[in-house]
């Protein structure tokens, strides 16, 4: 046993990736706090929810418009700097909205303005940060790389949303924006501290001046994406599971929840679900299996459970388990995913692939959003809620029904040591 919890801590071991995993776990947890302090800075300013989607939405949209070109970008350059620039850049503009929400100056369109910078720079340091990974660690202990730091993320948003309230409810939403912003600065800090190792192997498309354009990169990027059927699948898949899951958890969640249970419940029901969470990734530290992979898409199925528990029998026993099953089930997808790609996809084209995936994620979360609504109107809330788990298990067969899904095989590490010095801090 104790050789498995020395293997699942590996990665800490190796510099780079303890600064990669603080500088994420200080953004983790400043951007959990933010989401909770804006939406009571707007409601203070206009009391309108009309007003607050407008400001929310606005980076939604930014941020996928701008996720591509992201992609490209951190496939040309170094990935750490992009991080480092990216992180001053939401710093300033967080900075920026507390001041004039703490001034007493916030109006809705500068609001709007910012929130869509902060959304683009967000986009522009993404698939960086998620594809840097191959760079500091060996691939023996990446699968546990990824594990930990789906944890320090999980764990950070734990602490981050109640401290959000805490602080809003304390001394203003403007001072937990502040917080978010020194939370970038610090980041920012831990990124620039970050040395890539000189063993490790190239990831960028151009170390030296851009052969390509932009619109070439994105192209050979998609390239990359549509020619393995396991990546489109899978993608293709959980934008159904997203849509199913957005609209269900965070519309009509809440509307059964005043309904049946209470809203006080409905917090214990979405804390279980993030303790399932933080146990499966512990869990997947220690996994070893030739197909990761359909592992990972079996245990989504696991999702069905909270939307056909809330739309059929919205007990809270039943609910609490039904949660901390598919925050256990999500997990073991997440760390196979990450991992599955970073095996399997080329580290110079990695950036623009994740970049194509987080789009096809992110844009089918507002429309399960917007679509919950009137299709519960229309059909019934129940009737909704078990169709989406319906949605959910019917995307999950069609993923397990692909070959490719199937038998894509996971290289099973031989050794925690790399073949050449991956612990050197040389600047790359």
């Given at each position: 046993?104790?050789?498995?919890?020395?293997?699942?801590?590996?990665?800490?071991?190796?510099?780079?990736?303890?600064?990669?995993?603080?500088?994420?776990?200080?953004?983790?947890?400043?951007?959990?706090?933010?989401?909770?302090?804006?939406?009571?800075?707007?409601?203070?300013?206009?009391?309108?929810?009309?007003?607050?989607?407008?400001?929310?939405?606005?980076?939604?949209?930014?941020?996928?418009?701008?996720?591509?070109?992201?992609?490209?970008?951190?496939?040309?350059?170094?990935?750490?700097?992009?991080?480092?620039?990216?992180?001053?850049?939401?710093?300033?503009?967080?900075?920026?909205?507390?001041?004039?929400?703490?001034?007493?100056?916030?109006?809705?369109?500068?609001?709007?303005?910012?929130?869509?910078?902060?959304?683009?720079?967000?986009?522009?340091?993404?698939?960086?940060?998620?594809?840097?990974?191959?760079?500091?660690?060996?691939?023996?202990?990446?699968?546990?790389?990824?594990?930990?730091?789906?944890?320090?993320?999980?764990?950070?948003?734990?602490?981050?949303?109640?401290?959000?309230?805490?602080?809003?409810?304390?001394?203003?939403?403007?001072?937990?924006?502040?917080?978010?912003?020194?939370?970038?600065?610090?980041?920012?800090?831990a990124f620039a501290l970050l040395r890539i190792p000189a063993t490790a192997a190239p990831a960028t498309a151009a170390a030296g001046p851009g052969r390509t354009g932009i619109i070439?990169?994105?192209?050979?990027?998609?390239?990359?994406?549509?020619?393995?059927?396991?990546?489109?699948?899978?993608?293709?898949?959980?934008?159904?599971?997203?849509?199913?899951?957005?609209?269900?958890?965070?519309?009509?969640?809440?509307?059964?929840a005043d309904a049946t249970f209470g809203r006080r419940a409905w917090g214990f029901v979405l804390a279980a679900q993030t303790v399932g969470m933080m146990v499966g990734a512990l869990v997947a530290m220690r996994l070893?299996?030739?197909?990761?992979?359909?592992?990972?898409?079996?245990?989504?199925?696991?999702?069905?459970?909270?939307?056909?528990?809330?739309?059929?029998?919205?007990?809270?026993?039943?609910?609490?388990?039904?949660?901390?099953?598919?925050?256990?089930?999500?997990?073991?997808?997440?760390?196979?995913?990450?991992?599955?790609?970073?095996?399997?996809?080329?580290?110079?084209?990695?950036?623009?692939?994740?970049?194509?995936?987080?789009?096809?994620?992110?844009?089918?979360?507002?429309?399960?959003?917007?679509?919950?609504?009137?299709?519960?109107?229309?059909?019934?809330?129940?009737?909704?809620?078990?169709?989406?788990?319906?949605?959910?298990?019917?995307?999950?067969?069609?993923?397990?029904?692909?070959?490719?899904?199937?038998?894509?095989?996971?290289?099973?590490?031989?050794?925690?040591?790399?073949?050449?010095?991956?612990?050197?801090?040389?600047?790359?």
């Amino acid at each position: 046993m104790s050789l498995q919890r020395t293997r699942a801590f590996a990665p800490l071991r190796y510099a780079p990736f303890r600064f990669l995993l603080a500088g994420r776990t200080i953004n983790s947890l400043g951007n959990a706090i933010a989401p909770v302090a804006l939406a009571f800075a707007v409601l203070d300013l206009t009391g309108s929810p009309s007003d607050l989607g407008l400001v929310v939405g606005a980076r939604m949209l930014v941020n996928v418009v701008f996720l591509l070109f992201g992609g490209a970008l951190a496939d040309r350059m170094p990935k750490h700097h992009l991080m480092v620039g990216s992180s001053i850049a939401a710093a300033v503009t967080q900075g920026a909205v507390a001041a004039l929400v703490l001034s007493d100056t916030a109006t809705i369109p500068l609001l709007v303005a910012l929130s869509a910078v902060n959304g683009m720079v967000s986009a522009l340091a993404l698939p960086a940060s998620s594809s840097i990974l191959p760079q500091l660690l060996p691939a023996a202990v990446r699968q546990q790389g990824i594990a930990l730091s789906r944890l320090s993320f999980t764990g950070a948003y734990i602490v981050g949303a109640p401290l959000g309230g805490v602080i809003v409810a304390g001394v203003g939403p403007g001072w937990g924006i502040a917080v978010d912003a020194v939370a970038f600065l610090l980041s920012a800090v831990a990124f620039a501290l970050l040395r890539i190792p000189a063993t490790a192997a190239p990831a960028t498309a151009a170390a030296g001046p851009g052969r390509t354009g932009i619109i070439t990169d994105l192209r050979v990027g998609w390239g990359e994406f549509r020619s393995r059927t396991w990546l489109w699948v899978v993608v293709t898949g959980f934008a159904l599971i997203n849509a199913a899951l957005s609209g269900g958890l965070s519309i009509l969640g809440p509307v059964v929840a005043d309904a049946t249970f209470g809203r006080r419940a409905w917090g214990f029901v979405l804390a279980a679900q993030t303790v399932g969470m933080m146990v499966g990734a512990l869990v997947a530290m220690r996994l070893t299996m030739s197909r990761l992979l359909l592992f990972g898409v079996v245990c989504t199925a696991f999702e069905v459970l909270p939307m056909l528990t809330l739309g059929v029998l919205p007990h809270l026993g039943l609910l609490l388990a039904a949660a901390f099953l598919a925050g256990l089930g999500i997990e073991q997808f997440a760390v196979a995913w990450e991992t599955s790609m970073q095996e399997h996809v080329p580290a110079d084209k990695l950036a623009r692939v994740y970049s194509y995936d987080m789009v096809g994620s992110f844009v089918a979360i507002p429309i399960g959003q917007v679509a919950a609504g009137p299709i519960a109107q229309a059909v019934g809330v129940e009737k909704t809620l078990v169709g989406a788990a319906a949605l959910i298990g019917l995307a999950v067969v069609g993923m397990l029904a692909s070959r490719d899904v199937r038998n894509l095989r996971h290289r099973l590490p031989t050794s925690t040591e790399p073949a050449g010095a991956a612990m050197e801090e040389s600047t790359r």
